[in-house]
């Protein structure tokens, strides 16, 4: 009899634990919000965005009738203009390294005549106070000067004392004044010289190897400690290049084009978006398209905030795309997603429910397995 109860006992036991294990999934199937997941329901976005809700937004389900109203434009033709470049002036700064020649007509002087190339001073480095010292001429002040101008000073100088008729002809070897910088994105940054010509945005580009990225991921700053500008490398490359003035400082840096993909995508998570206006078909085959073990294709949104608001106007809008409709690329081809745009892709039903039901099996499998104990 004793061995009778001690086997009933253990029994119930055993039923009670499968019992328990049972409810919980039963209880972990039917909470949904214990489920795992990557954003809302399909069901959920549509019935939101309602005028009272914390953040209205509106739900746009694209359809050949809308789609032209958020279609991206038409590319503009090849622009034939070229960027305008003048005369550029080169005022000296310290740090600037001349080469200056000074000949005289009368023979035997102390500088040796044109006909034998004259007398050269090489290196001459203009100084952290701005100035210049030349054997016969002393220290001169070259801070913001020409070079016509040092060449007017230097025989101004000789002049009447130690040269008959000076001749005087100086270059610059090592150019800060007339140098652009460029910093950032690009393959080889450095600094350039402009002395054989005016630079431009995309000359400067060019002798620093190029961007890294694509050009509408890239901006450019040029500052010349007057004034400074932003401007796409896309736009430079369609018509907008520019002549930079020396001692121009160019930054390349990454521009902020990017958009989230969420949800039953293969490559989910922050990206760059693949074009300058990009089409939402685009933007998915970027991502590797839509996981097809999981994907609801009925359940392709755009999720996008409105900036500027204007009054009675939803805080944001989302776009719905079904594309189980054959349609479905057409409008995913025109339809233009933009910069923080987030495109978010709902699971299927039957995979949501195959992770209710999983547990489940799972259970009662494992209930079997201890009812042969």
Known sequence: MRSYNIFTSFSHSRYIKIAGIVCFTVLLS???????????????IRDGGKADSDFPYKVVDLSPLNVNEYARKAPLPPSAKVSTTGSTVIKLIPGDVM???????????VFAPLS????????VRVSSDGTITLPYVGTLNVRNSTLAQVDKDIRKG???SVATDPQVHSELVGDLSGSVLVAGAVKAPGRFSSLQGPLTILDAINMAGGPVMEPHLINVTVRNGKQAYTINYEDVLEGGNRQIAPRSEVIVDRARQRFVAMG???????????ARNPSLLEVLGSVGGLDETKADPQGVFVFRVNPNPKEGEPAAQVFRLDMR???????????QVFPEDAVYVTNAPVYEWNKIISPIVQTIYLGRTLERL
Do not use: H, Q
């Open 30 to 44: 039917g909470c949904g919000s214990l489920l795992s997941g990557t954003g809302p329901y399909s069901s959920s």
């Open 158 to 160: 000789l002049k009447g």
């Open 116 to 123: 034998d190339g004259g007398t050269t001073f090489n290196n």
């Open 99 to 109: 080469k200056i020649m000074i000949s005289d007509s009368a023979e035997g002087g």
């Open 325 to 335: 409709k054959p349609e479905s690329i057409f409008l995913a081809r025109a339809f």
């Open 264 to 274: 039953s995508v293969k490559e989910p998570g922050l990206k760059d978006l693949p």
